[in-house]
């Protein structure tokens, strides 16, 4: 009987000690749970981008391949001194302009906008009703709708397909390099977010991976 006794009598002391000392450790494994769940998530987004950052340069490097074997080409029907520097305009004007503005968590973005062709500025309400207040009445400007002559002018009035081939794979390849960059800063912000919950996750559980 005493061996059935003595357990039994235990049960209750055991049970006491897991409500005093227990909240405190069920918190901290709850928590650490979320940063686990956090986690995983960022990891499976890092993993994400970092395949798409790779697919983006594949196709980059193809662009870039094809905008020269297409200049070559065109090099090949025009005649290699019809198409080089001695043709370039004195005075060059840009048909596309880099735009950075700022996404979600402060991260930049890139992208190419035509030149000429600005996006509206994004700002809070409070900002926007400083400007009204403190901002004078300007008439507006008249702009210029001259569009930026097309290089392609530099060479001739009918230039070969080639020609016209190889700017294509060039534009593309630019608006790529935007895209890239733009990831390039997304995955280097996912990677000090997962550091720092990393670290946050061994203060809860000191010798966790």
């Not at 003595?6 to 909240?23: H, I, M, N, W, Y």
């Not at 630019?174 to 550091?195: C, E, F, H, K, T």
Request: net charge negative; charged share 25%; glycine share 10%.
């Amino acid at each position: 009987m005493e061996d059935l006794v003595c357990p039994l009598a235990v049960l209750p002391t055991a049970g006491g000690d897991r409500e005093g000392g227990g909240s405190g450790s069920d918190c901290v494994s709850m928590a650490a749970l979320d940063l686990r769940a956090e986690l995983d998530s960022l990891l499976l987004q890092l993993l994400g981008d970092l395949e798409e950052l790779e697919g983006k340069r594949a196709v980059l490097n193809a662009r870039v391949e094809e905008g020269w074997l297409s200049l070559a080409k065109a090099r090949y029907a025009m005649g290699t001194k019809s198409v080089g520097p001695l043709q370039y305009a004195s005075h060059m004007e840009p048909q596309v302009c880099l735009q950075a503005s700022e996404a979600q968590e402060g991260l930049q973005k890139f992208k190419v906008v035509r030149s000429g062709v600005h996006a509206p500025e994004e700002v809070g309400p409070r900002e926007a009703a400083l400007r009204r207040r403190k901002a004078p009445t300007k008439t507006p400007e008249p702009q210029s709708s001259e569009a930026p002559r097309d290089p392609l002018n530099w060479f001739g009035i009918l230039v070969p397909h080639s020609l016209r081939q190889a700017q294509a794979s060039f534009r593309d390849g630019l608006q790529l390099a935007a895209d890239i960059a733009s990831l390039q800063n997304r995955i280097d912000w996912g990677r000090s977010q997962l550091r720092g919950l990393q670290e946050k996750l061994k203060q809860l559980e000191p010798g966790a991976a």
